[in-house]
């Protein structure tokens, strides 16, 4: 009910009690006549309009700062009555407004309106709320059609010409940029949760006692492992957490497109799922380090390991260094802390960008791969 309903109901109560108190039969009849029509918009709002909502976003999935567009097409699915409503339509955090006037049946309107992809993250976009009212202004009454779609605005993805060699372990000596590898056992180790079973030694874990699972390694391919340092405590900025984004997707990307081994590793979870919407819907929590470098210790998922990180990691870089013996390659990518002094060491390379376009020119000028 609007303010305006509202006061006739109130007017149209005291109407009714002076009309029959005082025998005023007039006051009765403007009463009663206000209630009839607080009934009737009642009635008219209530009526629900047949209505038919299909989006398709142009593309659902883009890079921060490229153009997304949303098609909404809206049909009255309704046989006999022609439809005029407000209708909005929720796009982010803004609503967009969407004409229905005089929609007749069987018939649709189409609209097409930007997505917002300033941001990296998951655009939510629908559901159509559609606001009808009474012609008095007495009631109005609103109601959602349609599901909510979403757009995808990945990190943005920086050009790399430059691509680790590797220096994987091989029973002939270190191989420098073998295109094709072989898989060859490398050692033995404890099953853990997660380990396929048919890489379990048969005979080994029944002369131990408890499972045992092979280890096997590429003795050729180089393999990328990046570790995206994604705890609060690390960036002061939100901006500079965004630029550590920008440049794991650059990376992943340049590895794909060399076909080379990659994968994607987060401190504060385990990342499942393709890589770029991992880097669209990670945020920032709470983790530990030591835990994710004890595991990325044990487990030896490659021969490059890139550490990225922002101004409140700069301190755990030591500590990453450490893994030099596991991984031949250390990288550490350092974002949003250039008034800081250097860091200095000969057990990994450290880049110190601002943002994602310097940290790629930093990477095409390393020379210690």
């Known amino acids: 009910m609007t303010a305006r309903g509202i006061g006739l109901l109130v007017a149209a109560v005291a109407l009714l009690a002076a009309g029959f108190t005082f025998g005023y039969p007039d006051l009765a009849l403007l009463g009663a006549a206000a209630v009839v029509a607080a009934g009737c918009a009642v009635a008219f709002a209530f009526w629900r309009p047949r209505l038919g909502v299909r989006r398709v976003a142009e593309p659902d999935r883009v890079a921060r700062g490229e153009p997304a567009r949303m098609r909404l097409t809206v049909s009255n699915t309704s046989r006999l009555r022609a439809a005029s409503m407000i209708a909005t339509d929720r796009c982010g955090g803004t609503a967009v407004p969407v004409p229905l006037l005089r929609l007749r049946p069987g018939k649709d309107t189409t609209v097409e309106y930007p997505v917002p992809t300033s941001r990296r993250g998951i655009v939510p976009i629908g559901p159509l709320r559609v606001t009808r009212g009474d012609p008095l202004g007495l009631v109005t009454l609103a109601r959602t059609y349609g599901d909510v779609a979403t757009v995808w605005v ?37 099953y853990v949760v997660g380990d396929e079973l048919r890489r379990v030694h048969w005979r080994s874990s029944a002369k131990v006692g408890e499972l045992m699972v092979r280890e096997q390694l590429d003795t050729s391919e180089p393999t990328i492992v990046v570790l995206l340092d994604d705890r609060d405590t690390a960036y002061p900025d939100p ?48 983790g530990d380090l030591e835990a994710t470098l004890r595991r990325l210790r044990a487990q030896r998922l490659g021969d490059t390991l890139v550490f990225l990180t922002g101004p409140g990691g700069r301190a755990d870089l030591g ?43 930093a990477w095409d000028g390393v020379r210690g791969w």
């Open 154 to 190: 990945h990190p943005r993805i920086h050009l790399l010409r430059a691509t680790p060699a590797g220096m994987a372990r091989s029973l002939d000596g270190r191989i420098d940029k073998v295109p094709h590898g072989t898989i060859t056992f490398d050692a033995l180790r404890e």
């Open 319 to 361: 500590t990453v260094s450490s893994l030099r013996g596991t991984y031949p390659v250390v990288l550490a990518g350092l974002f949003g802390d250039r008034d800081a002094a250097p860091v200095a060491g000969d057990r990994m390379i450290v880049i110190e960008a601002a943002d994602g376009s310097e940290f790629a020119a």
């Open 239 to 286: 901006e500079a957490f965004e630029s550590a984004c920008e440049a794991a997707a650059s990376i992943v990307a340049a590895a794909v497109r060399e076909d080379l081994p990659v994968g994607l590793h987060l401190v504060t979870s385990v990342a499942t799922g393709p890589y770029l919407d991992v880097l669209t819907e990670v945020s920032l929590a709470g």
